[in-house]
């Protein structure tokens, strides 16, 4: 019998994309990441699945520029560049990646445990990894009266497929990388874009604000100064848009509306699969990083211990140890013997430099 820990429903029908592994890693954050490297030392095969479209967690979303100066014999890196460095290192693994997905639902089976995404991926494992961070990101709703109605119908707040867009009268409104990046990627799909935002200076980087400025010379887009204060449309059928601008109010056809107003942190999903939770945080042991339910582990800032402190240093540390205690499960009847990977041959054949 099927014991669930939890589920929410999406309310997504999509097709469903089944796969197997050791061990499944929610999140793709630095401890995650890291994580990949140590279960893959001791023969564990990984897959992530985190609802940011590329790897690195916070590093990667919130301070990708920002240079570390906290990890161990690296004085001074980027956060971006610390996560490239984490990618290349987990290359010889071959983990796979679920992006732009969010883990709804964690179930135990006879066998170990079904995980699945709002994007209908289900992966069946032996064990599980919580990663989360400080909880999943999510998109921030603009202050447009009645906008839930189209949401999952004309509101996207993320793209997932460019196809879906195709065709259609989009009006794409922000004015950071996320609005200029897809005004220049759907563009050339679109039958219409116009990009909405308060101010013509952008906090985008230099090189697409030209790029957008230059398809609007060219008459390829329209950009205007302004807010969405209404939505005209009916059951969840978008037909076009108000705009508020220095002009007073203009009404824009659309059919496709895509707000980029940015991320908050929410524990989502994870809370909702029975661990015991301490202030929105994991409860785990310090010697194995085991939640209250034997088989799922956490790691990295959405777990909590005595002493414990948010540093990606500490992830580290958690992902060796869990590593370890996850080995013990996935495979019961293997001895786990201690190297170092200066000196095992077979660790180094793992990591294809022996
Ligand atoms: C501005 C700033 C500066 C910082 N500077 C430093 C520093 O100098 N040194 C240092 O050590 N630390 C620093 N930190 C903290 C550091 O970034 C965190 O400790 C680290 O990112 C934690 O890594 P993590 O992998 O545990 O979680 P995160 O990086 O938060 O990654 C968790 C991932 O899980 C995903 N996720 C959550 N729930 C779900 C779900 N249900 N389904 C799918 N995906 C999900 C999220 O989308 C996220 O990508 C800084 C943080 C900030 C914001």
Known sequence: MNKPLGAIDSGVAMAS???????????????????????????????????????????????PEKPIYDIPALP?????????????????????????????ELERTESGFRVRSDANTTIACKAVVVAAGGGSFQPKRPPIPGIEEYEGRSVFYSVR?????????????????SALDWTLNLQPLARSLTLVHRRPEFRASPDSV??????????????????????????GVLEAAIVKGPEGEVRVACTRLLPFFGLTMKLGPVAHWGLNLNEELIEVDTARFETSEPGIF?????????????????????????????KRIVHPNQRVVFQYTTSSTSLQKKLGVA
């Open 17 to 63: 994309n089944f796969a197997e592994t050791d061990v499944v890693i929610v999140g793709a954050g630095p401890s995650a990441l890291f994580a990949v490297f140590e279960l893959g030392l001791l023969d564990l095969k990984c897959h992530l699945i985190d609802i940011l479209d590329r790897p690195g967690g916070q590093c990667a979303e919130l301070y």
């Open 76 to 104: 001074v890196v980027s956060a971006q560049g610390l996560v490239d460095r984490l990618m290349e290192q987990i290359r010889p693994f071959e983990p796979e990646f679920h992006l732009g997905e969010m883990v709804t």
């Open 161 to 177: 497929r460019m196809e879906d867009f195709r065709g259609h009268d989009l009006l794409v409104v922000g004015g950071g990388d």
């Open 210 to 235: 030209n790029k957008m400025y230059a398809m609007q010379e060219e008459r390829r887009l329209e950009f205007q100064i302004g807010q969405v204060v209404r939505l005209i449309g009916e059951g």
């Open 298 to 326: 956490s790691i990295g800032d959405i777990n909590t211990y005595p002493g414990k402190l948010k540093l990606i240093l500490s992830g580290f540390h958690e992902a060796a140890l869990m590593a370890q205690a996850a």
